[in-house]
Structures are given as C-alpha cells and as structure tokens.
C-alpha cells in the first residue's frame, strides 16, 4: 500500500508548466502496444509502479477499488481467495503488469466476447489529467449515469486523456468447473459453428481457431458443463482436451507457439461472422471469429482497406517496423473529434503524446 | 434574438427542408410537447420538426447551427428526468419517424434499428430467433432505443445484463454541425477512443442519435422467481448481500417495502403478504440445468437470512403475477395520492439500512409518506415520495426532501441518479457529487463537441455559477462547496 497521489500530481502540474511531455508507465509490460514514442522530443517517464493497493474490496458489493500502480496478481489473488475474478480476463503479459496499465489499453482475454470488456467492467476512476486536475469519475456502484461517463473513457485511452490514480471494476463469481473441447472444423464452419452456438444457451466462455481446429471452453457448474459438453460435442464431433487451464493460459497470455514469430502479427477486429479474408498466412481466430490474429507478409495498408470493407479494423500489433500508425487510421470527421476531446483532457498535449496516434 | 425574429427566419429555411406536415408552429400543436415523463415541468418549444430522414436531420442541424438556435431532441418523451425538456427559443428535434428496425441477424446476434423504434419492438422482432435485446426499463412498451442510448436506460436485469452501455455496438450520429459520424462498429472493438460509452448517457448533449446497432442475447430457456418475506427491512438487504456472496447472480433482485407492497397488492392482487415488511423477488434464469441447481441454494439462503416464507412461482403465471405487481409498483403507489415523485439514487448495497432509516427520518421532518422500491441487486433505489402538488407549497417541499435523500445517497458513497438521468431534475445536485474540476472537465468534453453549446443546453451539466449559487444551500461538515470561486 502506497499512496503517490500527491507526488504524481506534483509532476504533472510541473510538466503542464513546463510543457514537458510526459510518458506514463506502470509495469512497463506493454510498452509494445501503440506508436513507438518519437526520438527526438525531450519528455520524462512518470511512473505508477508504486502508487499501489487494494483500496477496498467487499465481495458481496463485487467491487474492487485499486491504485493503478497495484499488479494485476494482486488482484486476481485477492479475487481468487473469495471464489471472485475478472471476468474480461485480462491477459498479463509479465508480472509487472498494472491494473491501471490493463484498463488504459482495454486489454481483454478470451473471455471478451462472451463476459465483455475491460471497459465494460468500469465502473469508477479517478485520474489526473493534463492540467493535473485530480478527478473522480463514476463510483463503486452498478448504476450511474451522473455526468458524461469519462470514467469508462479511459479504458483504450492509453494515458493520453489522463493518468490513472484508481480504478472501481465490477467483479464476478468465478464458475465451479471448466471443460474445453476441440473439434476438427473448416474455418468457414467454425465460425459458423460457434455463432450459431452462442445464440443459444450454452455455458460458452470461450473460443479458438486454430491449426484446423475450433476449441470451445465452458465455465459453469460441474453439471451443467458436463451436459453442455456432450450435447456440443455430438454436434460438431468435439472431443474434450487434457488440460484446459494450461491452453487458454497460453492464449491469453499469447505464450502459444504461434504467437513466438519474428513475422510481423496484425490484430484484425471484424464481425464475429465474417467470413475467412484468406489472407495466406496462419491465423488464430479467438472471440467467435471478432478478434483474428494473422502472420502476414501483407502490406498492412491492404488488410486495413479489407478490414475496412468489413466494418472492421487492424492493428499492426508486433514487428510492424514499415506501419506508419500503430492503430487503424480513424476517418477525418472522427479524427478531428478525438483532437478536440483531447485537448479537453490535456490541453497542452503532454499526456503520451503520438501514443494513440502520432497527431493526438 | 427575440423569439419572434428566431422564428420568422428559421421557420421558412425549415419549409424548405421538410414537408410542411414535418413542421408544427402552432401553438396547439407544440402542446403535446411541452414535458417528457417529468411533468411538473413544462415549456413550449419554439417549434417542433419531425424529420423522416437522416439527410434532413443533417439539414435541419446545419440550419440552426447557421442561426445558432438550440435543438433538443425527442424520443417517446418518457424520460423522468426532464431530458427532453423544450426552451422557448428552442427547435425541438423529433425522432418519432424513424420507427424501422432495418435489420437482424440472428447468427450475428444484432439488429440494426432506427432511433425511434421501440425498446420492447426491439425483442418482438427478435423473438423468432430466440434472441432477444436485454436493457428492459419499467417504460419498455413506450421509450424508444434512442432514448434509451441517450439515458444510458437500465431496468430490473442490469446486475447480470448490464446497462444499455453494455448492449450497444454502434451509433451513427449526426454533429451539432450537421455532419454524420460512425461511433463504434459491429466488431467488439473500434480504434480511438471509446467515443460509444461518452454518446451513451449524454442526455442529447453531445449529439443527434440517428442509427443504432444493439447486441441480442439468447432467450433463456427458463426464468423462476422466488418471493421472500421479511419481517424486518433489514434482513431483506442482508439477504441480497449473502445471495450474492453464495455465488449467484439473479437476472432481477427486486425489494419492495411495506407501503409499496401494500399499494401493489390494493392494485394488483399480486397475491403478496400484506403483513411483510420487505418482500425480495429473487428471479434466476439460464438453462435449464442451471436455474434447477440454483433456485433450491437460492432458497436456502433467503431462509437462512431470516425470510419469513419463500414462495417459487409455480409457472409462468404466477411468476408473470409476481412480477406484474413490481412493475406497477409507480402506478399503484400513484393511487395512494394525488402526486409521487420518484427519486433515483443508487448506494453501495451495504449502506442500504442507513439510507432507509435517514428516508424514515426525513419523510418524518417533511411529513410526507415514502413508499420504497429498489433494484436491490444493483443499489438502485426508487423512493416514492406521496405529495399533493395542489397543496401549496407541498411540491417545493417535496423536492427538498429528494434532494437531501439524493445528497445521502452520494454522502453513502453512490450517486443521484443510477438510471433516469440528471436533465434539469437533479442539475443541483450534480453540484453534490461533482467537485469544480470534474465539472469543468464536463463543460470541456461538451465544448469538443458542440462549442456553441446549441445541443440541449441547461441539462445535464451544472454551470459553476449555479452551483455557486447553491453552495448556500448545500454546507456539508461546515464546509462550503468550491470554495475556489469567488462571490459577492
């Protein structure tokens, strides 16, 4: 338990004076994600890594309050110990990771199509923006709609609308059992397959595509996945797998072979039942067919007039050297407006400037 | 400008944008529009324009922007927080045209519909699939999506469901400008910022709502409900703690206390225990296998949190009998006098008892009844206060009482309001929860998207000045809230 509040507000006051930028950091664990920050300009790290501690934390409100710079273990231990978790499954990616680093990037697991996101499980945060304002937004409440919902705007800001200070998250009760069971699938049906399957009501809490094969996870009591699992099972001839909790940590965690490439890897985020783009390179298809990760040569420009077409987008998520923006280009009309939203946050630009995009 | 002037020029550009049927200036035509649900206020509108296509909301929205007159938008008019509100000099922009829902599709689990289409056509049409659009506030057959998105609306089933926040994918909007912008999209994630939860909730503030796309869930295959008594309202609240705390999570988790059973029963003949003083209706749904092995654990803890009696709805009859009196609950308790006000806050479940006993204190000092109904799941509380407005003066005092179960609301560590909105109902108490910093952010996120402030002004949002202004009325602890600004 550590309170910064007061020194990290110190800091960005001074760089509001001073113009300085500021690059915000937590574990440091997913420096990877978004526009590597210029060269050339001058700027300071300013750190939450020890601004930390479960602030409160009553199970049977399911509501957890954290200083950003408390590590994602923490709280899954803490959430662990009273049978609770996160239920968007929040990958890690090292054990330095933040709470407040996983909500600034809206980082969900698999999880994320069936419980939701990140973002949907803000329910409060408090954070200094660029003027080194300290702000409470939202509550520790279910229910809220007093003022904009700025709170839940932090989640995919990625720093750049303030610092995170702390943040309220609904939680939920974690399932009695998990069974995951494969079948050998074309990806056209797989994807059908597990559209068709999630309008039903099944305990579906999870989804991949991958080598040829659609895996699906349950989570509910011990009966009811049992039933779920034979009944899914005869119809798609799945089989169950050994060891279900070492699979969808890989995959969350993107430890799976698959991910250890020096291929460049896009994120593209489509319509769950969009139909395979063929785009010649080995895919992971997680969340019902929304969220696909390729090995590609492709141009990253060419997938993103794909995606587009799909009402979708694409990330240039790892070893993108040639990508000019990390994230999909936003249209002129939408991107004028994230101009002007930022500067209501940070009227200097100090926060993570380029990070989101190099001219926000 | 005078009203007058606003009309005469803006009144003949709108002829040439609308059918003259789209544009009403009479006096007896903008009647109907004068309040949305709150009633006890009321304003003409300047005019009124009911566009049937998005081009023509373009249009209208460059004309007043070109004129600087302020454009309000209307759903079904339900709201209760006075949201839809008109000015005198305002154009009050109506979206009851756009009443199509253009397309579902079932394998993706969407439907695409027009603003105006209603929250409960949405299910109807989405039935034959088995899917089904989950937010259901009490106003489902009446209230619009639009609506919804712009109240960020709830209902009994936002514990397990979630808010109309959690149930939309993408927004079409058109700007203060007249210039149409996506926000969102059908994929689970959209580059930038999370513009689609800042649009949900903004009470109209920010933009004109003209195409929505919401996510359909599977209908359950079975829903049961339990009623539990209690002979103290006490050990109802514990018992929604400890059902939560066993694991469960209810679809609904309604409480209502004595006076609300009292009038839901006189109304009804909901067949609930007039000597209870709290009843919980616990519903579970799911598959099959799954509400069997939980209603008998539910059961056990309501028994066991000291429920004088559980009831299970024997079938869908009953359970829909059950319901019926909950969702009467506004109507029945509005027998009971000839005025109620429905407050909204929402507390941290665990403060529930003290809140009860300061409404119990304060309905005492205002000597005006108060019948409670609350979303006990989620912390949302409806306390009904009963109040004759053609007494004088009993509505003003009415409204203090509000406000100061509101101010204990956010004193608990909660908020004054959990699903109805702030419109100009609760824009003082806005001056409670939120200090001078989060308001001036409030004002700075409007500016970044309608500068001129011409979209719904004096909603939502305090000025600093009125809160300054109130600041007499609100001394907490001794201390006089932002004391930064200066007054005279």
Redesign the interface.
């Known amino acids: 338990m550590n309170n910064l509040t007061n020194d990290l507000q110190a800091q960005i006051l001074a760089a509001y004076k001073n113009k300085t930028h500021c690059r915000i950091e937590g574990g440091n664990s997913k420096a990877f994600i978004g526009n590597a920050p210029p060269d050339s300009q001058a700027s300071i790290n300013i750190s939450t890594a020890e601004h930390t501690g479960i602030i409160s934390y009553?199970?049977?409100?399911?509501?957890i309050t954290a200083r950003s710079g408390t590590t994602l273990h923490e709280i899954k231990q803490a959430l662990a110990e009273n049978?609770q978790s996160l239920p968007f499954e929040p990958p890690s990616f090292a054990d330095s990771a933040t709470i407040g680093g996983t909500i600034a990037c809206?980082l969900s697991g698999p999880a994320?199509?069936y419980s939701?996101?990140a973002?949907?499980f803000v329910l409060g945060s408090r954070i200094i923006?660029g003027k080194g304002?300290?702000?409470?937004?939202g509550?520790?409440?279910?229910?809220?709609?007093?003022?904009?919902?700025?709170s839940?705007?932090m989640?995919?800001?990625y720093g750049t609308?303030g610092l995170i200070l702390e943040v309220s998250l609904k939680v939920?009760?974690?399932a009695q059992t998990e069974i995951t069971i494969k079948s050998q699938q074309h990806i056209n049906s797989a994807i059908?397959n597990i559209?068709?399957l999630?309008?039903?009501?099944?305990?579906i809490s999870a989804s991949v595509y991958l080598d040829g094969h659609l895996y699906i996870r349950l989570n509910?009591?011990e009966?009811?996945c049992l039933?779920?699992s034979q009944a899914i099972s005869q119809k798609i001839n799945a089989t169950e797998i050994a060891d279900s909790k070492a699979f969808w940590t890989s995959i969350t965690e993107q430890q799976h072979a698959f991910f250890d490439t020096s291929q460049s890897i896009a994120r593209l985020?489509?319509?769950?039942?969009a139909e395979d783009i063929e785009p010649g390179g080995e895919q992971l298809i997680e969340?019902g067919g929304?969220?696909r990760w390729l090995k590609t040569d492709l141009p990253i420009q060419q997938l993103r007039d794909t995606a587009r077409t799909l009402?979708?987008?694409v990330?240039a998520y790892k070893n993108y050297p040639q990508a000019t923006e990390y994230?999909?280009?936003?249209?002129p009309?939408?991107h004028s407006?994230?101009q002007?939203?930022n500067?209501?946050?940070d009227p200097a630009g100090i926060l993570n400037p380029g990070r989101?995009?190099k001219e926000l | 400008m005078q009203i007058d002037t606003i009309k005469q020029t803006i009144l003949p550009a709108l002829m040439q944008i609308l059918p003259a049927d789209a544009i009403l200036s009479e006096q007896e035509d903008l009647h109907p529009y004068e309040c949305d649900g709150l009633s006890a206020y009321r304003q003409t509108p300047l005019l009124v324009v009911l566009p049937s296509s998005i081009e023509q909301i373009q249009q209208i929205m460059k004309l007043c922007h070109q004129h600087q007159v302020a454009v309000i938008a209307r759903g079904a008019g339900t709201g209760l927080s006075g949201g839809a509100l008109p000015m005198a000099d305002s154009v009050l922009l109506s979206l009851a045209k756009f009443k199509q829902i253009l397309d579902i599709?079932?394998?993706?689990?969407t439907a695409n519909v027009q603003p105006g289409v209603r929250n409960l056509a949405i299910s109807e049409a989405a039935k034959p699939?088995?899917?089904y659009y989950a937010p259901d506030p009490s106003s489902q057959i009446a209230c619009t999506i639009g609506g919804n998105v712009a109240?960020?609306s709830?209902g009994v089933h936002?514990?397990k469901y979630?808010?109309t926040?959690?149930n939309i994918l993408k927004l079409d909007i058109v700007?203060v400008e007249g210039?149409r912008?996506?926000?969102g999209?059908?994929?689970?994630?959209?580059?930038?910022?999370?513009?689609l939860?800042?649009m949900?909730?903004?009470e109209g503030?920010?933009g004109i709502i003209v195409d929505i796309t919401v996510k359909l869930l599977?209908m359950?295959?079975q829903a049961k409900v339990i009623m539990a008594s209690f002979d103290d309202i006490y050990k109802a609240g514990n018992a929604v703690?400890?059902i939560?705390?066993a694991?469960?999570?209810p679809a609904g988790l309604e409480m209502m206390d004595k006076l609300a059973i009292k009038a839901a029963e006189d109304f009804i003949h909901a067949d609930y225990p007039l000597d209870a003083e709290a009843i919980l209706l616990c519903e579970l749904d799911?598959?099959t296998?799954?509400v069997d092995?939980l209603i008998p654990l539910a059961e056990k803890v309501l028994l066991e949190s000291g429920a004088s009696e559980t009831r299970l709805a024997k079938d869908d009859t009953e359970r829909a009998k059950f319901w019926q009196g909950r969702k009467s609950a506004f109507p029945a308790v509005g027998r009971m006098a000839p005025d109620y006000y429905c407050m909204d806050g929402?507390?941290?479940?665990?403060e529930l008892a003290n809140i009860l006993k300061r409404i119990a204190d304060l309905s005492k000092e205002y000597e005006l009844p108060v019948a409670n109904v609350f979303?006990a799941?989620?912390?949302?509380m409806h306390p009904l206060i009963l109040y004759d407005a053609n007494i004088e003066g009993e509505l003003e005092r009415t409204e203090e009482f509000g406000a100061k179960i509101l101010e204990a609301c956010v004193a608990a560590?909660?908020?004054?309001?959990?699903?109805?909105?702030?419109g100009i109902e609760?824009i003082d108490q806005?001056c409670v929860?939120?200090?001078t910093?989060?308001l001036?952010?409030?004002h700075?996120?409007?500016?970044?998207?309608d500068p001129a402030g011409l979209l719904n002004p004096g909603k939502?949002?305090p000025t600093l000045h009125r809160c300054a202004e109130l600041g007499a009325m609100h001394v907490h602890e001794g201390k006089l809230p932002h004391p930064e600004l200066p007054r005279f």
């Open positions: 009553d199970a049977s409100e399911l509501v049978n809206n994320r199509a939701g996101a973002r949907d923006n304002d300290d702000m409470q937004f509550g520790q409440v279910m229910k809220n709609v007093a003022g904009y919902d700025a839940r705007l989640a995919g800001a609308l939920l009760p974690l059908k559209n068709a999630s309008a039903q009501n099944w305990p509910s009591s009966m009811n039933s779920a985020s489509l319509p769950a039942t969340w929304a969220l009402g979708g987008h990330t994230f999909q280009p936003l249209a009309g939408m407006l994230h002007r939203l500067k209501a946050f989101l995009y | 599709d079932p394998l993706a689990r699939h088995g899917l109240e960020n709830g936002c514990l979630g808010l926040v959690h700007t210039e912008l996506t926000i999209s059908e994929a689970l994630d959209s580059p930038g910022y999370d513009l939860a800042l949900t909730g903004s503030m920010l599977p359950p295959e703690a400890n939560i705390s694991g469960i999570i799911g598959n296998i799954e092995e929402t507390i941290p479940r665990r979303h799941g989620d912390g949302n560590g909660g908020t004054i309001t959990g699903e109805h909105g702030v609760k806005m929860q939120f200090k910093a989060e001036s952010q409030f700075a996120i409007k500016a970044a998207f939502a949002v």
